[in-house]
Nanobody
Framework: QVQLVESGGGLVQPGGSLRLSCATS??????????IGWFRQAPGKEREGVSC????????YYEDSVKGRFTIARDNAKNTVYQQMNSLKPNDTAVYYCAARWQGTDRDMCTEQLSIPFWGKGTLVTVSS
């Protein structure tokens, strides 16, 4: 059973930083080949893909509004994926979800959000003074 568990959310002031973690388990086939990413949903808005990474080639995708501020990274030894978020803005406020699948590319997963079977329960990030 694949499980994704997010942590690291909280309240931060504008300009501050947070690091989200996604602990993964249960990848039963080829644990090194997957696409995993971070998505967010703010109140009253549609869910959007924020950052995604492919384990096959290490390619990374970032949504335009977070480029240069967010960084996705994997620690294979810990089976954990991180999202470092710097220079946070109030419009970054959202519930952030970790998600994974075994097919496709980093860009496709983040932009199309199709056929993603595995999701965490989310962690709330609030950026406010």
């Amino acid at each position: 059973q694949v499980q994704l568990v997010e942590s690291g959310g909280g309240l931060v002031q504008p300009g501050g930083s947070l690091r989200l973690s996604c602990a993964t388990s249960g990848f039963l086939t080829d644990p090194d080949f997957y696409v995993i990413g971070w998505f967010r949903q703010a109140p009253g808005k549609e869910r959007e893909g924020v950052s995604c990474i492919s384990s096959r080639d290490g390619n990374e995708y970032y949504e335009d509004s977070v480029k240069g501020r967010f960084t996705i990274a994997r620690d294979n030894a810990k089976n954990t994926v991180y999202q470092q978020m710097n220079s946070l803005k109030p419009n970054d406020t959202a519930v952030y979800y970790c998600a994974a699948r075994w097919q496709g590319t980093d860009r496709d997963m983040c932009t199309e959000q199709l056929s993603i079977p595995f999701w965490g329960k989310g962690t709330l990030v609030t950026v406010s003074s």
